[in-house]
């Protein structure tokens, strides 16, 4: 799959603009090409829409990273049921016995596994818990290994792999999560670029207008330049990013937009005096009155919306 030339937050500012420049103009596309209507625009801003409602990549990984956190200290007390295996291997065979047995219950694998190499994990258990069944004769010798460990590191391993198994359950969820997420967004930008390749064709001799489609123009407008508009950032009262609210300014055809994974909006709107509105799913409804925008100028106006009870 082909890298979009932008960051994802700028796609999701970007596209409502492309496209309301498209519906600005959309007497000309049409005389260009019949089927050109506005239902155009609204399959593109659904897949652009598709796109945004996919979780992002801190939604997907929160369950992974949970299982982690509770997979850490489990990963730690293995590893210190592993290292009283070695001392009984040290005792039970030597200086002589001691390195190969050692590597026979995957030495190789410790240093591995304390990085989190998660595959080095479920061989240094695997190997260990075959040493200990092949070899339990001779470590619990001299009253050497307790009786009892085999059946301890045998519960440490146990607990290990049933969180390793989950927590690369979540980590195989989060990787079609996230090509998913892209396979939209590469969706929701060719559904535009094709649009605007037509756009180059039907103004190839205006390059003021033809400039409109560019996205090298549309991501100087979402990063602070341009024509009139508003842009900000939106977060949660307890500081968190406001990611998925919807934001519209009312009076302005198409001015609606969903804020991306960074609490980022951006729309483009005439000179004037509006109120914007923000709604989103667990919020409390915010309206943010009499906000100026002049002329060439892309008004920043931030916010802060609350949870609702």
Do not use: C
């Amino acid at each position: 799959m082909a890298k979009l030339p932008m960051a994802q937050g700028d796609l999701y500012l970007v596209l409502p603009l492309a496209w309301q420049a498209y519906r600005d103009n959309q007497a000309a596309f049409t005389a260009y090409r019949p089927a050109y209507t506005d239902q155009v625009a609204v399959a593109g801003l659904a897949l652009l829409k598709a796109a945004q409602d996919l979780p992002d990549d801190q939604s997907r990984g929160g369950a992974g990273e949970k299982t982690r956190r509770e997979l850490l200290p489990q990963l730690i007390e293995y590893l210190d049921a592993w290292v009283r295996l070695e001392g009984y291997i040290e005792a039970a065979y030597g200086e002589t016995g001691y390195k190969p047995m050692r590597e026979e219950a995957g030495s190789k694998f410790y240093e591995a596994a304390s990085g989190e190499n998660w595959d080095a994990v479920t061989r240094l258990i695997t190997n260990a818990r075959g040493f200990v069944k092949d070899h339990l004769a001779e470590l619990t010798a001299n009253d050497n290994m307790p009786t009892t460990f085999p059946a301890e590191l045998e519960a440490e391993a146990q607990d290990a792999e049933k969180l390793i198994e989950r927590f690369l359950s979540f980590k195989n969820d989060e990787r079609k999560g996230t090509e998913a997420k892209e396979a939209a967004n590469a969706a929701a930008y060719a559904a535009w670029q094709k649009v605007a390749r037509d756009a180059d064709r039907i103004w190839r001799r205006q390059p003021e207008q033809r400039r409109y489609f560019e996205m090298e123009y549309l991501l100087g407008l979402v990063r602070g330049t341009g024509q009139a508009g508003i842009r900000g950032v939106l977060t949660r009262a307890d500081g968190g990013v406001a990611a998925g609210v919807t934001v519209t300014v009312p009076g302005v055809p198409d001015a609606t937009t969903v804020t991306d994974e960074d609490g980022r909006f951006a729309l483009a709107v005439p000179a004037g005096t509006y109120v914007v509105e923000l709604r989103g799913a667990g919020f409390k409804p915010l309206d943010i009155a009499s906000v100026v925008v002049s002329a060439g100028v892309k008004k920043r106006v931030d916010g802060v919306v609350e949870k609702a009870v």
